[in-house]
């Protein structure tokens, strides 16, 4: 145990003294000036204020119970939130005897866990992407990722559309013809998955954080708070890797998490099937809205490469945990709620939620295309059937090395600074609101991704003034508004 520590400790000192060198150049030799002076501290927090760690226990200790809350709702209150609470209240119900009422863990939950994860591995690692050889505009195959603030640029495989499409089409043969396994397999099954999906991702996260110490990829740009919570939630190595080629952030984030989410809505829809004898159109809707933002998400994964989680983010519990628990079970809870509740929408709601759907889709789609657009042709494009404007910034690289970037002020990155996050909300309204006004069950999802997006609107902005310092304020002068304009 004492030694443990010892090597944890060590590990870390020589982590930290390879990232005071910043010697290391872009490893693909991209060019960064190597100067003199101090190097730029724009990535996350070296220090963790008492605020930061509170929310960080508080959500270690409280996460995994609030994800089972709003399964096992359905599971035994047909989603009412407020009953279990009465029934604790007026002595009903204890906790014991709600959680002896869930169901427990499974071997076939196990087994079909990890024939699930196992299979995405293999389309991962082992099917390299051919999508992009027919598709006109879709950009697969090897790609580059963003350049780390050690000065890294990593190489990454893009072949999510494929394992996708693959995904789908054997669901779809296996629902037609085959018939190995019912549709409804992730829905009957669901609670012990709960505890499979924790599994995994509690082990993902305390491999990654034990890799850290041991031996992380790139050392360079590993950051090491001194407090072992924080640590251990919002991660120490940026961009873990085992091999060349599996990238934990890539994998965990986008398969088996994203694919699984239009086979969730999918199986919840043949369970109403199975129990109805029908289909709501609010289950429709909620699936057609859904699956249009997972393969918006695939389509752009090499985009994907240059957002927040790729580019800032380090990989700890907030994103193994998250990836593999938090997001399939709670951005699905519309569907789950249908099941219980299958509520039918009048023409005027469905068509109200349709187009607040695809609305919502539209600016958010657009102004992450816009900015993709400026960022690849270094603002040599038209926005808006204009040249865009922008202000120029400097920044400096945990090499030491000065590198030069554009925040563009035109377009929808001129109306605010983060018009993708309003999007974002609108389409996240839509899908609660195809679960009509019975309960609040299904609304939790735009609370918690107002919650996410507003943070992560702010932390963002934190690190971009301490990247690009004076730059920076005169792009918030320019555009002042956040996510609404004239409001916040
Ligand atoms: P953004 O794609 O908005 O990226 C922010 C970065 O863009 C900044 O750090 C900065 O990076 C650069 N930037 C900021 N302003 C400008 C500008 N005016 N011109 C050019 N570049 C600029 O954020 P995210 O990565 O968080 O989000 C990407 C998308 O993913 C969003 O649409 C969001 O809604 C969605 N999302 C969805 C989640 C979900 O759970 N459903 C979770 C998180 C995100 P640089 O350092 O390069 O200058």
Not at 30 to 38: I, L, R, V, W
Not at 228 to 254: A, Q, S, T
Not at 397 to 426: C, E, I, Q
Request: charged content about 15%.
């Amino acid at each position: 145990m004492g030694q443990i520590a010892v090597s944890l400790e060590m590990s870390s000192a020589v982590a930290m003294e390879a990232t005071r060198r910043r010697q290391r150049l872009s490893s693909n030799g991209g060019a960064s000036e190597t100067t003199e002076e101090p190097a730029g501290q724009w990535g996350r927090a070296w220090e963790v204020d008492w605020f930061s760690l509170s929310a960080v226990i508080l959500l270690l200790c409280t996460a995994p119970f609030l994800v089972f809350f709003f399964v096992m709702v359905c599971d035994q209150y047909q989603c009412s939130v407020s009953q279990p609470l009465v029934e604790l209240y007026s002595g009903e119900a204890t906790l014991r005897s709600i959680w002896d009422k869930a169901p427990s863990f499974t071997w076939t939950a196990a087994q079909i866990y990890t024939v699930w994860v196992s299979f995405q591995l293999v389309l991962y690692m082992c099917v390299p992407d051919v999508t992009h050889k027919f598709l006109p505009g879709y950009a697969g195959g090897v790609q580059d990722g963003a350049r780390t603030p050690a000065g890294l640029i990593n190489k990454y495989e893009i072949n999510g559309l494929q394992s996708w499409l693959i995904t789908h089409a054997l669901w779809y043969a296996n629902a037609q013809y085959f018939h190995w396994f019912s549709p409804t397999i992730i829905f009957d099954n669901w609670i012990p998955l709960l505890w499979c999906t924790n599994i995994l991702g509690y082990a993902v996260s305390t491999f990654a954080f034990v890799k850290a110490y041991l031996f992380p990829t790139n050392a360079e740009d590993c950051k090491f708070t001194g407090n072992v919570f924080y640590n251990y939630m919002m991660g120490i190595e940026f961009n873990p890797r085992i091999g060349k080629w599996f990238d934990f952030k890539l994998f965990f984030n986008g398969r088996p998490g994203i694919v699984a989410w239009t086979l969730i809505n999918l199986s919840y829809a043949a369970k109403q099937q199975e129990l109805y004898g029908y289909v709501t159109n609010s289950m429709i809707l909620v699936n057609v809205l859904q699956a249009i933002y997972v393969l918006d998400f695939f389509w752009n994964e090499a985009w994907y490469l240059k957002t927040i989680d790729i580019c800032h983010d380090h990989f700890g519990w907030y994103l193994g945990w998250g990836d593999c628990v938090w997001l399939p079970f709670l951005y699905t809870l519309q569907g789950l709620y249908l099941v219980y509740n299958p509520v039918q929408l009048s023409t005027a709601h469905a068509a109200a939620v349709l187009l607040l759907g695809l609305v919502g889709y539209y600016v958010f789609r657009f102004t992450n295309h816009q900015k993709d657009l400026f960022r690849r042709t270094e603002g040599k494009c038209s926005v808006w059937g204009k040249k865009p404007t922008f202000i120029e910034c400097a920044y400096r690289s945990g090499d030491g090395g000065l590198h030069h970037s554009k925040l563009m002020t035109s377009g929808f990155w001129g109306v605010a600074r983060h018009l993708n996050y309003t999007g974002d909300l609108m389409g996240s309204l839509a899908y609660c609101a195809a679960c009509g006004f019975g309960h609040i069950h299904p609304y939790f999802y735009i609370v918690y991704m107002t919650i996410l997006l507003v943070h992560r609107c702010v932390r963002d902005e934190h690190r971009c003034s301490s990247k690009y310092g004076k730059d920076w304020k005169r792009y918030t002068d320019a555009v002042p508004y956040r996510l609404l304009p004239g409001i916040f």
